[in-house]
């Protein structure tokens, strides 16, 4: 069975700090890890994903993330906040080749002027 | 053009009604899903389809009832509505490529039931 964790359901940052969002996850088989965000009153968008290969993957808007199978973690990462990065961040993790993806219990991220 | 698409956009009901959602997806995936999203922000999957076969069927009540009438659409029907199934449903479509199912998602339904 798989299943992600997202520490901290709230996270608040400065506009030009670092953003830092947490997730690590439970799987049986080599994962395919995701992120994605959802803006006020809008569905999810993937922002990046991890299946195979380089264990640093760069998305949308100046978000990546690492994939540390040792740590079992996909943490998000973005250098400096802009206003517009506030949202619901939400975590996955599916099989390869699962049709289905298990959502971690997403983490808000506050950014602040 | 919008990739996945749901009507109605805002649902409000009394308990004891029916009601139906609609969902299209212009993608051309071959494999849709419903998933509800309660107000905690928590993402539960209740279903999806893969070309019109139901592959998923979560711990959901039977009063929910899914329908894909071709691969573009997939509705899902409510009887009997209850206070708790006051959330926001959502609507994803995805295709298969090396393995990974991507998932697109439409802009979700706010079903309040009063």
Not at chain 1, 48 to 57: H, R
Request: charged share 20%; aromatic share 12%; proline share 4%.
């Amino acid at each position: 069975a798989q299943s992600v964790t997202q520490l901290g359901s709230h996270v608040s940052v400065s506009e030009g700090a670092l953003v830092l969002l947490r997730c690590n996850y439970s799987s049986s088989v080599p994962p395919y890890l995701f992120w994605y965000v959802q803006y006020p009153n809008q569905g999810l968008q993937l922002l990046l994903k991890y299946t195979t290969g380089a264990t640093l993957v760069k998305g949308i808007n100046g978000f990546e993330a690492e994939f540390k199978k040792s740590e079992t973690s996909f943490h998000l990462t973005k250098p400096s906040a802009h206003m517009s990065d506030a949202a619901e961040y939400f975590c996955a993790v599916s099989e390869p080749g699962g049709f289905k993806t298990i959502f971690g219990a997403g983490t808000r991220l506050f950014v602040k002027a | 053009d919008t990739a996945v698409s749901q009507t109605p956009k805002y649902l409000v009901t009394q308990m004891g009604n029916d009601k139906s959602i609609k969902c299209e997806q212009n993608l051309g995936h071959d494999t849709m899903y419903w998933y509800k999203q309660d107000s905690k922000k928590f993402l539960k999957i209740m279903f999806s389809y893969n070309n019109k076969e139901l592959i998923i069927n979560e711990t959901v009540p039977n009063r929910f009832s899914p329908k894909s009438p071709d691969k573009a659409h997939l509705n899902l029907h409510i009887n009997s509505l209850e206070l708790g199934d006051s959330a926001v449903y959502f609507c994803a479509s995805s295709q298969e490529r090396g393995g990974v199912y991507e998932q697109y998602f439409g802009p979700g339904t706010r079903l309040t039931v009063t």
